[in-house]
Protein backbone atom coordinates (compact mmCIF):
# COMPACT_ATOMS: atom_id res chain seq x y z
CA UNK A 1 0.00 0.00 0.00
CA UNK A 2 1.16 3.21 -1.17
CA UNK A 3 1.91 5.87 1.80
CA UNK A 4 -0.11 9.16 2.24
CA UNK A 5 1.75 12.50 2.87
CA UNK A 6 -0.82 15.46 4.32
CA UNK A 7 0.63 18.94 3.21
CA UNK A 8 -0.90 22.14 4.41
CA UNK A 9 -1.07 25.22 2.38
CA UNK A 10 -0.38 23.42 -1.22
CA UNK A 11 -1.98 24.70 -3.49
CA UNK A 12 0.72 26.47 -4.48
CA UNK A 13 4.26 28.03 -3.83
CA UNK A 14 6.26 25.44 -1.59
CA UNK A 15 3.58 23.73 -0.79
CA UNK A 16 2.90 22.54 -4.62
CA UNK A 17 6.26 21.87 -4.94
CA UNK A 18 6.44 19.64 -1.81
CA UNK A 19 3.49 18.11 -2.77
CA UNK A 20 4.97 17.10 -6.44
CA UNK A 21 7.95 16.04 -5.24
CA UNK A 22 6.45 13.75 -2.70
CA UNK A 23 3.91 12.28 -5.31
CA UNK A 24 7.28 11.54 -7.56
CA UNK A 25 8.44 9.34 -4.29
CA UNK A 26 5.46 7.34 -4.32
CA UNK A 27 3.40 8.66 -1.88
CA UNK A 28 -0.53 9.49 -2.15
CA UNK A 29 -0.66 13.43 -1.31
CA UNK A 30 -3.68 14.84 0.32
CA UNK A 31 -3.46 18.31 -0.72
CA UNK A 32 -4.91 21.25 1.36
CA UNK A 33 -5.63 25.03 1.33
CA UNK A 34 -8.35 27.04 2.32
CA UNK A 35 -11.58 26.65 -0.19
CA UNK A 36 -11.88 25.45 -4.32
CA UNK A 37 -10.69 29.03 -4.95
CA UNK A 38 -7.52 28.28 -3.69
CA UNK A 39 -6.73 26.28 -6.13
CA UNK A 40 -8.44 27.61 -9.34
CA UNK A 41 -5.84 28.10 -11.89
CA UNK A 42 -3.96 25.63 -10.45
CA UNK A 43 -3.44 21.89 -12.25
CA UNK A 44 -1.18 20.55 -8.96
CA UNK A 45 -3.88 17.52 -8.56
CA UNK A 46 -3.17 16.54 -12.58
CA UNK A 47 0.72 17.00 -12.28
CA UNK A 48 0.80 15.28 -9.14
CA UNK A 49 -1.44 12.07 -10.26
CA UNK A 50 1.22 12.13 -13.07
CA UNK A 51 3.73 9.98 -11.38
CA UNK A 52 0.39 7.05 -10.74
CA UNK A 53 -0.27 8.12 -7.25
CA UNK A 54 -4.04 9.88 -5.83
CA UNK A 55 -3.68 13.15 -5.28
CA UNK A 56 -6.95 14.76 -3.69
CA UNK A 57 -7.72 18.19 -3.01
CA UNK A 58 -9.30 19.00 1.08
CA UNK A 59 -10.68 22.64 2.16
CA UNK A 60 -9.87 23.45 5.48
CA UNK A 61 -8.65 27.14 6.99
CA UNK A 62 -6.11 24.63 9.32
CA UNK A 63 -5.72 27.77 12.31
CA UNK A 64 -9.35 26.22 13.36
CA UNK A 65 -9.09 23.14 15.87
CA UNK A 66 -12.51 22.00 14.28
CA UNK A 67 -11.32 22.07 10.52
CA UNK A 68 -7.87 20.37 11.25
CA UNK A 69 -9.89 17.11 12.94
CA UNK A 70 -12.09 16.65 10.39
CA UNK A 71 -9.09 17.08 7.82
CA UNK A 72 -7.71 13.84 9.44
CA UNK A 73 -10.19 12.14 9.80
CA UNK A 74 -10.96 12.34 6.08
CA UNK A 75 -7.55 11.33 4.66
CA UNK A 76 -7.53 8.54 6.82
CA UNK A 77 -10.97 7.38 5.63
CA UNK A 78 -9.82 8.07 1.94
CA UNK A 79 -6.08 6.39 1.88
CA UNK A 80 -6.32 4.13 5.39
CA UNK A 81 -3.53 5.76 6.87
CA UNK A 82 -1.36 8.81 7.17
CA UNK A 83 2.66 8.22 6.99
CA UNK A 84 3.43 11.97 6.08
CA UNK A 85 2.32 15.19 7.51
CA UNK A 86 3.99 18.26 6.33
CA UNK A 87 2.87 21.35 8.08
CA UNK A 88 3.62 24.10 5.22
CA UNK A 89 0.77 26.84 5.38
CA UNK A 90 1.56 30.15 6.43
CA UNK A 91 1.20 34.01 6.14
CA UNK A 92 3.25 37.01 6.48
CA UNK A 93 1.65 40.36 7.44
CA UNK A 94 4.22 42.29 8.21
CA UNK A 95 4.92 46.03 9.72
CA UNK A 96 7.01 47.47 11.89
CA UNK A 97 5.98 46.84 16.21
CA UNK A 98 4.80 50.44 16.68
CA UNK A 99 2.58 50.28 13.85
CA UNK A 100 1.39 46.58 14.26
CA UNK A 101 -2.09 46.14 14.83
CA UNK A 102 -3.64 43.02 17.28
CA UNK A 103 -5.13 41.77 14.29
CA UNK A 104 -2.04 41.50 12.38
CA UNK A 105 0.29 39.91 14.85
CA UNK A 106 -2.55 37.60 16.26
CA UNK A 107 -3.49 36.02 12.39
CA UNK A 108 0.15 35.18 11.69
CA UNK A 109 0.21 33.37 15.39
CA UNK A 110 -3.13 31.13 14.11
CA UNK A 111 -2.03 30.07 10.79
CA UNK A 112 1.39 29.95 11.00
CA UNK A 113 1.97 28.04 15.00
CA UNK A 114 -1.55 27.29 16.12
CA UNK A 115 -2.25 25.24 12.84
CA UNK A 116 1.05 23.10 13.69
CA UNK A 117 -0.37 22.46 16.88
CA UNK A 118 -3.83 21.60 15.84
CA UNK A 119 -2.49 19.35 12.81
CA UNK A 120 0.13 17.39 14.77
CA UNK A 121 -2.39 16.83 17.49
CA UNK A 122 -4.69 14.95 15.39
CA UNK A 123 -2.50 12.91 12.99
CA UNK A 124 0.13 12.03 15.61
CA UNK A 125 -3.22 10.50 17.26
CA UNK A 126 -2.94 8.42 14.02
CA UNK A 127 0.27 7.81 13.62
CA UNK A 128 0.96 6.71 16.86
CA UNK A 129 -1.73 3.97 16.33
CA UNK A 130 0.41 3.20 13.19
CA UNK A 131 4.09 3.00 15.22
CA UNK A 132 5.11 5.09 12.44
CA UNK A 133 5.27 8.83 11.13
CA UNK A 134 7.10 11.81 9.75
CA UNK A 135 6.46 15.01 10.24
CA UNK A 136 7.98 18.08 8.90
CA UNK A 137 7.54 21.19 9.51
CA UNK A 138 8.12 24.65 8.01
CA UNK A 139 9.82 27.54 9.89
CA UNK A 140 12.18 30.00 8.63
CA UNK A 141 15.01 32.02 9.21
CA UNK A 142 13.26 34.59 10.69
CA UNK A 143 12.18 32.47 13.56
CA UNK A 144 16.15 31.58 13.68
CA UNK A 145 17.51 35.30 13.45
CA UNK A 146 14.66 37.31 13.74
CA UNK A 147 13.56 40.14 10.89
CA UNK A 148 12.98 43.15 11.05
CA UNK A 149 8.65 44.28 10.22
CA UNK A 150 8.20 40.51 11.37
CA UNK A 151 7.81 40.57 15.12
CA UNK A 152 4.25 38.18 14.14
CA UNK A 153 5.51 35.79 11.78
CA UNK A 154 9.64 35.31 13.86
CA UNK A 155 7.46 34.72 16.75
CA UNK A 156 5.77 32.18 15.27
CA UNK A 157 8.45 30.33 13.52
CA UNK A 158 10.72 30.57 16.18
CA UNK A 159 7.61 28.96 18.38
CA UNK A 160 7.29 26.08 15.44
CA UNK A 161 10.66 25.65 16.02
CA UNK A 162 10.35 24.19 19.68
CA UNK A 163 6.95 22.91 18.77
CA UNK A 164 9.33 20.40 16.72
CA UNK A 165 11.68 20.06 19.13
CA UNK A 166 8.85 18.89 21.82
CA UNK A 167 7.04 16.85 19.75
CA UNK A 168 10.20 15.00 18.92
CA UNK A 169 11.06 14.13 22.35
CA UNK A 170 7.29 13.36 22.64
CA UNK A 171 6.82 11.03 20.01
CA UNK A 172 10.33 9.33 18.90
CA UNK A 173 9.74 5.92 21.43
CA UNK A 174 6.17 5.46 18.52
CA UNK A 175 9.04 5.86 15.58
CA UNK A 176 7.63 9.08 14.49
CA UNK A 177 10.57 11.95 13.79
CA UNK A 178 9.62 15.21 14.05
CA UNK A 179 11.74 17.82 11.98
CA UNK A 180 11.65 21.26 11.13
CA UNK A 181 13.13 22.80 7.95
CA UNK A 182 14.36 26.72 7.59
CA UNK A 183 14.02 28.51 4.37
CA UNK A 184 15.75 31.73 3.67
CA UNK A 185 14.34 33.62 0.81
CA UNK A 186 12.81 31.12 -1.13
CA UNK A 187 10.97 32.72 -5.22
CA UNK A 188 7.01 32.38 -4.76
CA UNK A 189 4.30 34.30 -4.23
CA UNK A 190 4.46 35.27 -0.41
CA UNK A 191 8.03 36.86 -1.60
CA UNK A 192 6.75 38.44 -4.85
CA UNK A 193 4.81 41.14 -2.20
CA UNK A 194 8.47 42.13 -0.94
CA UNK A 195 9.62 45.57 -2.65
CA UNK A 196 12.83 45.57 -4.91
CA UNK A 197 14.98 47.58 -2.51
CA UNK A 198 14.17 44.54 0.41
CA UNK A 199 15.15 41.90 -2.22
CA UNK A 200 18.11 43.55 -3.45
CA UNK A 201 19.43 43.90 0.17
CA UNK A 202 18.43 39.96 0.99
CA UNK A 203 20.29 39.08 -1.93
CA UNK A 204 23.79 40.92 -0.67
CA UNK A 205 23.20 38.74 2.53
CA UNK A 206 22.92 35.12 0.72
CA UNK A 207 26.47 33.58 0.02
CA UNK A 208 25.13 31.79 -2.88
CA UNK A 209 23.70 35.46 -3.99
CA UNK A 210 20.48 33.73 -5.68
CA UNK A 211 17.03 32.93 -4.58
CA UNK A 212 16.34 29.15 -3.66
CA UNK A 213 13.36 27.79 -5.31
CA UNK A 214 9.88 25.64 -3.92
CA UNK A 215 11.67 22.75 -5.44
CA UNK A 216 15.24 23.11 -3.51
CA UNK A 217 12.99 23.06 -0.35
CA UNK A 218 10.74 20.14 -1.84
CA UNK A 219 13.75 18.24 -1.73
CA UNK A 220 15.11 18.23 1.49
CA UNK A 221 11.29 17.61 2.57
CA UNK A 222 11.22 14.51 0.44
CA UNK A 223 14.31 13.25 2.69
CA UNK A 224 13.23 14.02 5.88
CA UNK A 225 10.28 11.68 4.94
CA UNK A 226 11.78 9.03 3.39
CA UNK A 227 12.90 6.31 5.31
CA UNK A 228 16.49 7.69 4.51
CA UNK A 229 16.05 10.51 7.51
CA UNK A 230 15.31 7.07 10.23
CA UNK A 231 17.31 8.11 12.57
CA UNK A 232 17.01 12.04 11.96
CA UNK A 233 14.81 13.87 14.70
CA UNK A 234 14.03 17.11 16.44
CA UNK A 235 16.12 19.08 13.89
CA UNK A 236 16.42 22.20 11.61
CA UNK A 237 17.92 22.43 8.73
CA UNK A 238 18.79 25.67 7.21
CA UNK A 239 17.61 26.23 3.12
CA UNK A 240 18.73 29.23 2.72
CA UNK A 241 22.27 29.64 0.62
CA UNK A 242 24.22 30.22 3.00
CA UNK A 243 22.32 33.15 3.77
CA UNK A 244 23.21 33.04 8.37
CA UNK A 245 26.91 32.52 8.50
P1 LIG B 1 2.46 31.08 -0.39
O1 LIG B 1 2.92 31.03 -1.80
O2 LIG B 1 1.74 32.29 0.10
O3 LIG B 1 1.58 29.77 -0.10
C1 LIG B 1 0.99 29.55 1.14
C2 LIG B 1 -0.23 28.68 0.95
O4 LIG B 1 -0.84 28.50 2.23
C3 LIG B 1 -1.27 29.32 0.03
O5 LIG B 1 -1.72 28.37 -0.89
C4 LIG B 1 -2.35 29.76 1.00
O6 LIG B 1 -3.67 29.73 0.47
C5 LIG B 1 -2.24 28.69 2.08
N1 LIG B 1 -2.87 29.10 3.33
C6 LIG B 1 -2.83 30.33 3.90
N2 LIG B 1 -3.53 30.32 5.04
C7 LIG B 1 -4.05 29.07 5.18
C8 LIG B 1 -4.88 28.45 6.15
N3 LIG B 1 -5.32 29.12 7.22
N4 LIG B 1 -5.23 27.16 5.98
C9 LIG B 1 -4.79 26.47 4.90
N5 LIG B 1 -4.01 27.00 3.95
C10 LIG B 1 -3.64 28.29 4.08
O7 LIG B 1 3.68 30.88 0.60
P2 LIG B 1 5.07 30.08 0.43
O8 LIG B 1 6.12 31.09 0.16
O9 LIG B 1 4.91 28.92 -0.47
O10 LIG B 1 5.29 29.61 1.95
C11 LIG B 1 5.03 28.29 2.38
C12 LIG B 1 5.62 28.13 3.76
O11 LIG B 1 7.03 28.38 3.71
C13 LIG B 1 5.06 29.11 4.79
O12 LIG B 1 4.94 28.47 6.05
C14 LIG B 1 6.10 30.19 4.84
O13 LIG B 1 6.09 30.88 6.07
C15 LIG B 1 7.38 29.36 4.67
N6 LIG B 1 8.53 30.12 4.20
C16 LIG B 1 8.53 30.73 2.99
C17 LIG B 1 9.67 31.42 2.60
C18 LIG B 1 9.76 32.10 1.27
O14 LIG B 1 10.78 32.75 1.02
N7 LIG B 1 8.78 31.99 0.40
C19 LIG B 1 10.78 31.49 3.45
C20 LIG B 1 10.74 30.86 4.66
C21 LIG B 1 9.61 30.16 5.03
P3 LIG B 1 -4.34 30.99 -0.25
O15 LIG B 1 -3.50 31.27 -1.45
O16 LIG B 1 -5.70 30.51 -0.60
O17 LIG B 1 -4.33 32.11 0.74
Known amino acids: MAKTAIITGSARGIGAAIALKLAQSGFNVALNDLNEKS ?15 TAKAYYADVSKSDECEKLAKAVKEDFGEISALVNNA ?44 RIVNIASVAGLYGNPGQMNYSASKAAVIGMTKTAAK ?34 EAIAMRRYGTPEEVAEVVDFLCSDKASYVTGQVIEISGGLSM
Open 39 to 53: FEGTDIIAECEKFGI
Open 90 to 133: GITRDGLIARMSDEQYDMVIAVNQKSVFNMTKFVSNIMLRQKYG
Open 170 to 203: ELGRKNITVNAVAPGFISTPMTDKLTEEQKAKML
